[in-house]
């Protein structure tokens, strides 16, 4: 037998339920938001490195002055001690061993 305190003590608790319920709908929204949110900076960061790498460009691993390339001869020129690198190397790699192409001086 419910007394009409506890009905009401019922409907108050519905009440707090529902609110509970909406709280964490709001919850779930907002942490959804900031997920959007990280994952577009996330993707703008990666952009704007990839970018400064390229203005940076390939730098001699000898001397380290960029290195000008001929992309009809897939090699790029040293500005500063003249040598030759395969245009596919990247900073800071050691010329391949066994490749004739790497490293070679050219002749002013
Ligand atoms: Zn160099």
Known sequence: ?????????IRR???ELDL???????SELLQMKWLLKI???QARVAELERMADDAKGVRCPTCSEPLVSFSTMNERLCN??????DC???EGQPP???N????RRVTP
């Open 1 to 9: 037998m419910t007394t009409p305190n506890d009905r009401r003590l």
């Open 13 to 15: 608790l519905h009440e």
């Open 20 to 26: 509970a319920r909406e709280k964490l709908n709001q």
């Open 39 to 41: 994952e577009r900076l």
């Open 80 to 85: 500063g001690c003249g040598t030759v690198w």
């Open 88 to 90: 596919k190397l990247k």
């Open 96 to 98: 391949l061993l066994g």
């Open 100 to 103: 004739n192409r790497q490293g």
